[in-house]
């Protein structure tokens, strides 16, 4: 595939998620569908961190801690500060990063199994960091957030005020999905860019990176960095979703879909995050009606799929390569 | 303050226990068993069942709890996790595999057992009293026959045929099989053995703190952290780290207690500290 017509379908894509989309749901009446597909868009938002971190060799299962930090910061703001959120927003993904930074300095020497713990244990210490914090409100959370504000620019309406809209779902929609692109877009920019390869070559070799002059400590903190930045983004518009966050929103369990999330899609495709969050939550969402046996249907389905497909969705259309 | 060492060291010898489980599975296949927790839960609610509600032996229900994992351990390996980890490009899949049968366990256990929390009665009566230290029986019992099955496991691992073997998979599969040693199966009496130790601290536990279907993750989030603590894969280690966290738990329950439930995150944090200085743990290979 050529570059241009590789674009023409990215742009259909996007076109069709834009438009397609909320046309269908008008056409057939399921209002319901849009809140399912903006956490879809946003959960592999989420989970798109996640996968850079694997992109770099590393197990990461603390992805919920940095989703909780953003979704935080961005309802303190907006609600004790009373900042307009699209500015929380990006101030959510910068706190993110920076904490990233501080914490990853001294856990992103540890690799393997030890790294996925001590992510994992992260999640844990955000979830109690925010019980103990005054500022956090404790186990009642922040709840009852303003719906997000208009912005304008030179009186021109960029984006309305969610509040004065009659379907803010559709917006709240629209809003996520033009995220998604945006960070899969820069995602798979910075992927195929020369950090991109050098991301690569950390994920295979370590030593041998460092032995031929790659800076190895900085490239996997920055990684890391845009990957919380990416969370912390996600858990943002979370919050301003639901209007309210929790101690409990974002669990270890959370931490662990996201993982399993880009398991799922595929660890070797930019796209598989989204692939893998939209397969998991339908998933789920579609075995509702099942009630008490929810869980185990989901489950048995997961690792008949990991006996089938052991190398993720997307390897479907590899060819089998010898011993895999 | 003996109160407190003498609580830190019966928590300690139950944690002790289930890390070392953890840690048998990781250093024979190099997979992290996310279902640890839930395997304690299992060992719990079969002693329920037995003990409590039928009212036989405690003795004969711990067995069967250590029975009814072991069987089940040895099923996950044989016919989950040895074909993924023959067919999968990258070894992390067998991670995505430990959680799924995770949920599994979970959703089979809210089945069976329910969400409420189950208790049985007291295995003994009574409480030991001296000046300094108050200690009901049961806890003691518990704690001795915890430390006494930390014992015949090392002895087991050092001085049985089936014990030198799992050594030598741990150290190096491949040099192992090259000497003879059939490494499925022994891989299969790991894992069985593995799960075996968290169903019977299920089992004891059950006595004292009862179970409920939730508290399988927490757990295993505690396996994990005893694990790094000790290092991934040494059986010394997980003894080590089952004891500190024990011991860390009691004393800051001791002496954190006006600043509210903060205990848990000074752990955390300690062992952050902990861990930029010794990636490994205390006594970890390197790189796991």
Not at chain 1, 16 to 37: E, S
Not at chain 1, 275 to 284: C, E, I, K, S, V
Not at chain 1, 289 to 296: D, F
């Amino acid at each position: 595939m050529t570059n241009a017509t590789k674009l023409l379908l990215a742009a259909a894509c996007v076109l069709f998620l834009l438009v397609g989309v909320p046309a269908l749901i008008a056409a057939t009446g399921r209002n319901d569908l849009y809140y399912t597909l903006t956490s879809v868009a946003l959960l592999s938002i989420i989970s798109g961190g996640v996968w850079l971190t694997f992109y770099i060799g590393r197990i990461n299962i603390g992805q919920g801690a940095f989703a909780l930090l953003g979704g935080y910061v961005s309802a303190v703001l907006v609600t004790a500060y009373g900042i307009s959120f699209w500015l929380t927003l990006p101030v959510a993904g910068l706190v993110c990063a920076l904490a990233s930074v501080l914490i990853g300095l001294p856990i992103l020497r540890l690799r393997g199994v030890y790294f996925a713990m001590v992510t994992l244990t992260l999640t844990e210490v955000m979830r109690l960091l925010a019980l103990a914090v005054p500022i956090t409100n404790g186990a009642k959370g922040i709840v009852s957030i303003p719906l997000p504000g208009g912005v304008s620019l030179f009186g021109l309406t960029l984006i309305p005020d969610f509040a004065t809209l009659e379907n803010p779902r559709l917006a709240f929609y629209l809003a996520s999905v033009v995220l998604m692109v945006l960070c899969f877009g820069a995602l798979y920019r910075l992927v195929h860019s020369r950090i991109g390869h050098i991301c690569l070559s950390l994920q295979q070799n370590e030593e041998l990176a460092s032995s031929i002059g790659v800076n190895i400590a900085s490239i996997r903190v920055l990684a890391y960095a845009i990957s919380s930045f990416l969370g912390g983004l996600g858990g943002a518009m979370f919050a301003a979703i639901s209007q309210s966050i929790y101690p409990s929103s974002f669990t270890v369990a959370d931490s662990v879909n996201f993982m399993l999330n880009c398991f799922l899609g595929g660890l070797h495709y930019v796209l598989g995050p989204i692939l893998g969050t939209f397969a998991l939550y339908f998933g789920w969402d579609l075995l509702f009606q099942t009630g008490v046996y929810q869980l185990l249907i989901f489950s048995s389905a997961l690792i008949v799929l990991m006996l089938v497909l052991p190398n993720g969705l997307l390897s479907l259309r590899l060819p089998r390569k010898k011993g895999a | 303050m003996e109160q407190v060492i003498a609580n830190g060291l019966y928590l300690g010898a139950q944690y002790a226990l289930i890390a070392l489980g953890l840690t048998l599975i990781f250093a024979l296949m190099n997979v992290l068993n996310f279902a640890h927790g839930q395997m304690y839960v299992l060992g719990g609610f079969v002693t329920y069942t037995i003990y409590g509600q039928l009212g036989l032996p405690f003795v004969l229900a711990l067995a069967c709890s250590a029975l009814t994992l072991a069987i089940v351990g040895a099923l996950v390996e044989k016919f989950l996790f040895r074909p993924v980890i023959k067919r999968s490009a990258r070894e992390e899949s067998t991670m995505l595999l430990a959680a799924a049968i995770a949920f599994l366990m979970d959703a089979i256990i809210l089945i069976l057992f329910g969400e409420k929390q189950r208790g049985v009665p007291k295995i003994i009566n009574g409480v030991f009293v001296s000046d300094s230290l108050v200690m009901p029986y049961d806890r003691i019992l518990v704690g001795v026959i915890a430390i006494a099955m930390i014992a015949s496991f090392m002895a087991y691992m050092q001085y049985s045929r089936t014990g030198r073997a799992m050594r030598a998979l741990a150290q190096d599969r491949v040099a192992a099989q090259l000497m003879g040693v059939n490494v499925d199966r022994y891989s299969m009496i790991g894992f069985a053995l593995g799960a075996l130790l968290a169903g019977v601290v299920g089992g004891l536990l059950v006595t004292i703190t009862g179970v409920n279907s939730g508290i399988g993750g927490p757990i295993s989030i505690k396996a994990f952290l005893m694990v790094m603590i000790g290092g991934a894969g040494v059986v010394g280690g997980a003894i080590a780290g089952g004891f500190i966290l024990g011991m860390m738990e009691s004393v800051g329950l001791n002496v954190l207690r006006e600043f509210g439930d903060v205990t848990y995150l000074v752990i955390f944090v300690l062992l952050m500290v902990f861990l930029s200085l010794r990636p490994n743990g205390l006594m970890g290979k390197p790189w796991g």
